[in-house]
Every structure is written in C-alpha cells, then in structure tokens.
C-alpha cells in the first residue's frame, strides 16, 4: 500500500511538472511577436454595439497561386463600443513563414482581415450586426504600412 501511495505521489508530480509552462516558450512567444499594425475601423452607418466584443483576424495567402486557402496568422479579442475605433493587431516576425502552402523569399503575399462581431448581442452574426463592408472596399492589410483603414455596416 505504501508503494502505491508513493507511485501516485511521483506520478502526480509528474503530472503537474508537465503542465507547468516553461518560463522559456514563454520568453520565446514574446521574442516572435513582431510589430503591430494600426488598424482604423470606420463606416457611414452611426450604431452604437449593445455587444462590445468582438474579435479580428489577420489572413496571409500566396498572391501568385489561386485557389488556395488562406492561413490565419493572429487573431485578437477587442472591446469597442462606438465606430470608428482604431486597433493595433499584433503581427508575429516573419508572417509569411507560417503560411500554407509555402511562401518562398520574394514571393508576394496577400493579407487581409476579417472580423466576427455579434454586435447586436442576440447570440449569433446574423442581420443586424457590425460587419465588414466588402462593397466599398476589400480589407487588405499591408503589414508594413503604418495606418490602414476598413469600413464597416450593419448586415441587411
């Protein structure tokens, strides 16, 4: 019995080691961590969100290949609770690395963003929530510039 409660004990602690975060993938997210991109969400539409949350995603895709999905590169939770509102998106180092297929140096990449909004606060994004407004303009991102600008409406 002794050497059971003993094994238990070991194997308990053997357990929690393992889930302890590593003070050095700590230090190494932090040193992937790139710069952040402003990022100015405007529209015509004057609402004011009952749902402050929303969540905004950056896209990276080979400009030279079609048909090919795009990779999430960051993603981000926000609270705005007026438009227009300006972001800054952290981007990681070296972004184009973690896109699938495969970006060889000096091939051009696309990025872009999106964002999921239940602005409306009924539970889902549906009509009536804050959405991207694909009409006036695509939400490309140039990661190197300094300001960028996405409009947005209300879904119909």
């Known amino acids: ?7 238990m004990s070991l194997g308990a602690l053997l ?12 230090a190494t997210d932090k040193a992937s961590q790139g710069k952040n991109v402003k990022i100015e969400f405007t529209g015509t539409d004057n609402v004011i969100p009952k749902n402050a949350k929303l969540k905004v995603n950056l896209y990276g895709v080979p400009a030279n290949m079609a048909d090919v999905p ?15 509102f300006t972001i800054e998106l952290p981007v990681p180092n070296n972004p184009e690395s973690l896109i699938k297929p495969e970006v060889k140096k000096g091939d051009p990449v696309k990025y872009y963003v999106t964002i999921n909004w239940d602005s409306d606060g ?9 959405v991207i407004d694909y009409d ?7 990661i190197n510039q300094d300001h960028q600008q996405i409009f947005l409406k209300v879904s119909k």
């Open 122 to 130: 009924n539970g889902v994004e549906d009509k009536g929530d804050i």
């Open 15 to 26: 357990l929690v080691s393992c889930n302890a975060p590593k003070k050095e993938a700590i």
């Open 136 to 142: 006036k303009k695509f939400p490309t991102i140039d």
């Open 1 to 7: 019995m002794k050497q059971f409660i003993t094994l």
């Open 70 to 84: 795009a990779t999430l590169i960051a993603e981000k939770e926000y609270s705005q609770e007026k438009i227009p």
